[in-house]
């Protein structure tokens, strides 16, 4: 059965966003709507078209004769005027559903396509292609045969009129995607659940942004199966008209994302990739010096050799290694070899042996591996440019078995970077690595392989031993893993199991799906934690890790060992890769493993060696450099750090080191105290208790931070009335005066507009605010930084007010980028100049104006950056034509976690008074009758839901203003500001209903999931951010008041089974880590110092 989506589906029916749509029709217009069925699942296929009446009969006809039964047919046309619209009429007992209206590109259209689609998989046939009479069928049971997560197939290239030219020459899927796009995008079947997983296509690209949504299908880990046969026949026709400069402008946009430090001019010659040659892209990877660049170079380098280019036959990858001297990457022998060792049966496993001046140990880990019980392997010897007599152990080996294979860095480059080597060299189904120190028991691989096979995982672990080698003598060895009498542990993920990562010692106690592990490399510019690295990011992004109980390491700790000598760049690696370590796992929302790596993974030992070993200067570096690291991820008072012991070290170091001068101190640093003016209109609703909670959490780190504004309501000695024009000011003004006259001044109504049909507030830009006077008193702050300013801000004089201060705006909803409104109400008007606005009814240039306004006074402003609470709004914001050229930056709101917690619902409910043999729902009743925040459907969700099985027993709580009338029990709450009481209302409900239409970071969402309840909520703001669809709550289709009714069934189920409590521990986990305060104050820390940097203006100057 096709499911509700967070994007694949959410419109039965296209809104009309537009006012310019000349059609709409198809089946499901008359109610017909095919569902998959067991064995058969239903195919979406999408056709993009505009004036396409010459081609598109073509590809109607081929979807008409496909052999495959269950297809849903989308067609979305861009407002044609030659004669599509026609066909598509007469096309309709084949079309599912077709619209007709102008849109913004293909892309553009590509995303309202999905966003219709209801099928369990997704096709796009462009409108001159055709398919073969078996492509769905083949194409569905390719995906059924291979497990794979998508499949494709090859596509006959055919002239304007039909003419077979070839056949398309097959590409791997691998890190060449950086370069070019492998597939025939129109031949991928996509599961729509991968489509809701990575998103929508980026319509910032008018050109690429398939093969750019591709390569994120590549380096996020999704799997791909190609069925060797075309089944698609492709016209060549438009290809010659492609813009070549927009294509190389995206090009280079696409290559800088991924790899930003790149130069300039290697950077534009890639863009030109097809007179790129041989010698110059190696030269780029050479001095560019990252593996990901280098392994999608190199992957480039074999495709062009495969398709027969003259230039690019006989290449040396040895040429593109780091590792080796330069060399000519044109070389018959070293390609011979190459492709010899490609002719040779593919092993099971690759064992990954790097090697430094191992030869005391060498021999026990050779004989421990050519005596596994598995032996199709291949053992990928990988000598670091070792001094001693290494090299001779390894050729006396090679010489007895053939399955070992030599390769030496001419150049000792350390460990991730000769392990990359071993990774990009390695041919076996799986990966296995190992230190020339170490053996591993006999049947270790087999019990790996035979795991990872099983389960079909990206990483199987199994237990090691630990042991010291002092003096020549082994200490007893120490058992690490699960416990023996212990059943595997089959396919979970580091969400599931956060133990995973309890230490990062052990990388080598894995196996790893070799398609999986050439996507994660080991970092090779540090001397010390690469491999930590490299396990903190494979444990974040594998989706299946096994744990098995058989021992299959023995690790031996010799300090005479490589790894084990230390010098000072190696004590700083110790913080750095921590540092990395914290930023991925908070990234991917594993922020308490992240903090237990930074904060508190560390051995008292090594500061003893790090006292005794180093110089004073040395130490002062090492302890900034930490306390820098702990301030920036919000461990700056330690409260991090739980261990009694470290953390009295730490704050006697840091205090010590603190009074010792930086020998030289060029920028700012966030551990500077820092002046920073607030604005903001208010201190409370909304935008102004999520800028107070800001400013508080700022001050709480040191900082001085003051808030000015208009409406003041808590006393504290860093909150400051503003200024306030003589106009409107006079001695003992009164609030509700003073609310006047700045209603008057920033608030259009409808005495003034009669025209005015916004569903929400619509702003003028006049200001209440005297500028020199609050200019005055903010001129000596490092930043300014502006939150909801509605009222405050005068256009006119706003240099008068910042004088040239960086400034940083915190957008609460879509203001500042339009003329007026602050939801756009579906208009994007705001990406232009916000000329006929549908807001306003009748003729008027007032939004047009105001807009005009804002761009004169931001243009002003030097120094800008924009920070947006939720994707959604920041997506806004980058096609807006008022801060489109500006830095964006998203940063969640802060939220105090200690306020909402989950609660036992029968405590709740008694303390409340409310029923414990019912199924409650609740939502906030403020604004029900504002149309944005979706009362209407709330009501008729609440219709459909009544006449539901099982749904008897349903009673509603509501807190806020609004009196409702609803046909079934209600128990109202009242206001409700103390928010422990709030939290009560949340936990004792079952579920939280949401039925906002538009919406930024709703707080209301933030404190229900905080509180461990379910929400239903349409895809509006951050939604897709918080909520995983039946998982952490349900995202019904947009505006769909039925499906929206299914969601509160979906939540109400089983509101006391297990799955429900387990789903709202996720839920309060999910919003605490997402909108947790140290990382809120860290990021805004982190910008405030890179803006202060680039303005090269210090604190205090």
């Known amino acids: 059965m096709s499911t509700s989506k967070a994007f694949v589906g959410r419109h039965t029916r296209y809104p009309d966003l537009t006012g310019k749509r000349q059609a709409e029709g198809g089946k499901r217009l008359q109610g017909e709507f095919p569902e998959g069925r067991e064995g058969t699942p239903l195919v979406t296929i999408i056709t993009v078209c505009w004036n396409s009446a010459k081609t598109i009969e073509q590809a109607f006809q081929s979807v008409r004769n496909q052999t495959y039964s269950n297809i849903e047919y989308v067609v979305v046309d861009g407002g044609s005027s030659d004669g599509t619209v026609a066909l598509l009429k007469a096309h309709e007992d084949l079309i599912d559903y077709y619209v007709s209206e102008p849109d913004k590109g293909l892309y553009f259209a590509m995303n309202k396509g999905l966003e219709l689609a209801r099928g369990d998989y997704i096709l796009f046939l462009n409108s001159d292609d055709w398919y073969e009479l078996e492509t769905v069928e083949k194409l569905v049971q390719a995906h059924q045969d291979s497990g794979s997560d998508f499949v494709s197939a090859l596509a006959n290239y055919v002239d304007g009129n039909g003419h077979f030219i070839r056949v398309q020459a097959p590409s791997p899927f691998d890190a060449g995607v950086d370069f070019?796009?492998?597939?025939?995008?129109?031949?991928?079947?996509?599961?729509?659940?991968?489509?809701?997983?990575?998103?929508?296509?980026?319509?910032?690209?008018?050109?690429?942004?398939?093969?750019?949504?591709?390569?994120?299908?590549?380096?996020?880990?999704?799997?791909h199966s190609l069925l060797s046969e075309p089944l698609l026949n492709f016209s060549m026709e438009g290809v010659s008209s492609v813009n070549l400069d927009q294509l190389y402008e995206e090009r280079e946009r696409a290559l800088r994302d991924r790899y930003p430090s790149m130069s300039v001019m290697a950077m534009r010659d890639l863009t030109d990739l097809e007179r790129v040659s041989p010698e110059r892209l190696c030269e780029i990877s050479r001095n560019y010096r990252n593996p990901e660049f280098r392994a999608a170079a190199t992957a480039?380098?074999?495709?062009?050799?495969?398709?027969?280019?003259?230039?690019?036959?006989?290449?040396?990858?040895?040429?593109?290694?780091?590792?080796?001297?330069?060399?000519?990457?044109?070389?018959?022998?070293?390609?011979?070899?190459?492709?010899?060792?490609?002719?040779?049966?593919?092993?099971?496993?690759?064992?990954?042996?790097?090697?430094?001046?191992?030869?005391?140990?060498?021999?026990?880990?050779?004989?421990?591996?050519?005596?596994?019980?598995?032996?199709?392997?291949?053992?990928?010897?990988?000598?670091?440019?070792?001094?001693?007599?290494?090299?001779?152990?390894?050729?006396?080996?090679?010489?007895?078995?053939?399955?070992?294979?030599?390769?030496?860095?001419?150049?000792?480059?350390?460990?991730?970077?000769?392990?990359?080597?071993?990774?990009?060299?390695?041919r076996g189904t799986y990966i296995f690595h190992i230190d020339p120190d170490d053996v591993i028991p006999p049947d270790a691989l087999k019990s790996l392989v035979e795991q990872a096979d099983k389960d079909g995982a990206d990483m199987v672990r199994g237990a090691f031993m630990h042991e010291q080698l002092l003096l020549g003598q082994a200490s007893k060895a120490v058992r690490k893993g699960i416990d023996p009498s212990e059943s595997p542990i089959v396919n979970t993920s580091l969400a599931a199991h956060p133990d995973l990562l309890k230490s990062t010692e052990g990388h080598w106690s894995y196996i790893y799906r070799t398609s999986f592990a050439k996507r994660v490399f080991y970092p090779e510019d540090l001397k010390m934690g690469q491999d930590s690295i490299f396990l903190v990011q494979a444990l974040c992004r594998a989706r299946k890790v096994s744990v098995i109980a058989d021992v299959v390491y023995k690790y031996r700790a010799n300090p005479n060992s490589a790894m084990n000598v230390f010098n000072f760049r190696k004590y700083l690696d110790e913080i750095e890769w921590r540092y990395r370590a914290w930023t991925e796992l908070v990234d991917k929302g594993h922020r308490s493993l992240g903090e237990h790596l930074l904060c508190n993974y560390w051995n008292m030992r090594f500061f003893e060696t790090l006292d005794s070993r180093f110089d004073a200067t040395q130490k002062c570096d090492f302890f900034r450099r930490l306390a820098y690291t702990?301030?920036?991820?919000?461990?700056?008072?330690?409260?991090?750090?739980?261990?009694?012991?470290?953390?009295?070290?730490?704050?006697?170091?840091?205090?010590?080191?603190?009074?010792?001068?930086?020998?030289?101190?060029k920028t700012a640093q966030i551990n500077d105290t820092l002046r920073i003016a607030v604005l903001s209109s208010s201190d409370h609703g909304g935008a102004g208790l999520a800028c107070l909670r800001s400013v508080e959490a700022l001050?709480?780190?040191?900082?001085?931070?003051?808030?000015?504004?208009?409406?003041?309501?808590?006393?504290?000695?860093?909150?400051?009335?503003?200024p306030i024009k003589s106009a409107h000011h006079a001695m003992g003004i009164e609030e509700e005066t003073l609310r006047s006259s700045w209603r008057r001044m920033g608030v259009l109504n409808r005495q003034e507009e009669p025209a005015l049909s916004a569903?929400?507030?619509?702003?003028?830009?006049?200001?209440?605010?005297?500028?020199?006077?609050?200019?005055?008193?903010?001129?000596?702050?490092?930043?300014?930084?502006?939150?909801?300013?509605?009222?405050?801000?005068?256009?006119?004089?706003?240099?008068?007010?910042?004088?040239?201060?960086?400034?940083?705006?915190?957008?609460?909803?879509?203001?500042?980028?339009?003329?007026?409104?602050?939801?756009?109400?579906?208009?994007?008007?705001?990406?232009?100049?916000?000329?006929?606005?549908?807001?306003?009814?009748?003729?008027?240039?007032?939004?047009?104006?105001?807009?005009?306004?804002?761009?004169?006074?931001?243009?002003?402003?030097?120094?800008?950056?924009?920070?947006?609470?939720?994707?959604?709004?920041?997506?806004?914001?980058?096609?807006?034509?008022?801060?489109?050229?500006?830095?964006?930056?998203?940063?969640?709101?802060?939220?105090?976690?200690?306020?909402?917690?989950?609660?036992?619902?029968?405590?709740?409910?008694?303390?409340?008074?409310?029923?414990?043999?019912?199924?409650?729902?609740?939502?906030?009743?403020?604004?029900?009758?504002?149309?944005?925040?979706?009362?209407?459907?709330?009501?008729?969700?609440?219709?459909?839901?009544?006449?539901?099985?099982r749904m008897a027993d349903v009673e509603v709580v509501f807190f806020g203003g609004s009196q409702l009338d609803l046909d079934m029990p209600v128990h109202s709450m009242g206001y409700v500001n103390d928010p422990h009481r709030l939290s009560l209302i949340y936990a004792a409900a079952d579920v939280f209903a949401f039925?906002?239409?538009?919406?930024?970071?709703?707080?209301?969402?933030?404190?229900?999931?905080?509180?461990?309840?379910?929400?239903?909520?349409?895809?509006?703001?951050?939604?897709?951010?918080?909520?995983?669809?039946?998982?952490?709550?349900?995202?019904?289709?947009?505006?769909?008041?039925e499906d929206f009714a299914k969601g509160l069934v979906w939540a109400l189920a089983a509101p006391r089974s297990q799955e429900a409590l387990a789903r709202g521990l996720r839920s309060h986990l999910v919003a605490r880590t997402h909108n947790d305060p140290a990382t809120a104050v860290a990021r805004h820390l982190r910008l405030y110092q890179e803006i202060l940097e680039s303005t090269q203006q210090p604190p205090g100057a």
């Open 699 to 722: 001050r709480a780190r040191g900082h001085e931070v003051t808030l000015y504004t208009v409406f003041p309501r808590k006393n504290a000695p860093y909150i400051w009335r503003v």
């Open 300 to 426: 480039y380098a074999l495709d062009r050799e495969a398709q027969g280019h003259k230039a690019w036959q006989d290449i040396d990858l040895n040429a593109f290694s780091p590792t080796l001297k330069p060399r000519s990457v044109n070389n018959q022998a070293s390609a011979a070899e190459r492709r010899a060792t490609d002719r040779r049966p593919i092993p099971t496993v690759s064992v990954i042996l790097p090697i430094y001046n191992a030869q005391e140990t060498l021999s026990d880990c050779l004989n421990s591996l050519l005596a596994q019980t598995l032996s199709d392997i291949e053992i990928i010897c990988i000598d670091d440019a070792s001094p001693d007599g290494s090299a001779a152990v390894l050729a006396d080996y090679a010489r007895r078995d053939n399955r070992i294979r030599i390769r030496r860095n001419e150049i000792n480059v350390g460990l991730g970077s000769t392990r990359n080597r071993g990774i990009a060299l390695a």
């Open 180 to 223: 070019r796009m492998p597939l025939r995008h129109e031949t991928m079947l996509v599961p729509a659940w991968l489509y809701d997983e990575f998103g929508p296509y980026d319509t910032s690209y008018r050109v690429i942004a398939d093969r750019v949504y591709t390569a994120g299908l590549f380096w996020k880990g999704y799997s």
């Open 759 to 949: 569903r929400e507030l619509f702003s003028k830009t006049g200001s209440v605010v005297d500028p020199t006077a609050l200019g005055a008193v903010i001129a000596n702050a490092d930043i300014v930084h502006l939150h909801w300013v509605v009222g405050m801000l005068d256009y006119d004089r706003i240099a008068e007010l910042l004088r040239d201060k960086p400034v940083v705006w915190t957008l609460h909803d879509m203001n500042s980028i339009t003329g007026g409104c602050h939801y756009s109400e579906g208009c994007t008007g705001y990406e232009k100049e916000c000329d006929n606005c549908p807001l306003l009814t009748g003729p008027s240039d007032l939004p047009h104006k105001a807009w005009k306004k804002k761009q004169q006074a931001f243009a002003k402003i030097k120094s800008l950056d924009v920070i947006c609470p939720s994707e959604w709004l920041a997506g806004c914001v980058r096609q807006s034509s008022l801060l489109g050229n500006r830095q964006v930056h998203v940063i969640p709101n802060l939220f105090p976690s200690d306020d909402f917690e989950p609660i036992n619902k029968i405590v709740a409910r008694r303390t409340l008074g409310l029923p414990l043999n019912k199924k409650l729902i609740v939502f906030g009743a403020d604004s029900l009758d504002n149309r944005r925040k979706g009362g209407d459907i709330l009501r008729a969700s609440l219709k459909h839901l009544r006449v539901m099985p």
């Open 995 to 1041: 039925p906002s239409r538009e919406d930024n970071a709703p707080q209301t969402l933030i404190e229900a999931m905080m509180s461990g309840t379910t929400a239903v909520a349409f895809p509006v703001g951050n939604v897709i951010e918080l909520i995983k669809h039946k998982d952490t709550g349900y995202i019904a289709r947009y505006e769909d008041a």
């Open 630 to 665: 702990f301030q920036a991820a919000g461990n700056g008072d330690l409260s991090k750090t739980r261990n009694s012991a470290l953390s009295s070290y730490f704050k006697e170091r840091l205090n010590h080191f603190a009074k010792i001068p930086a020998r030289q101190k």
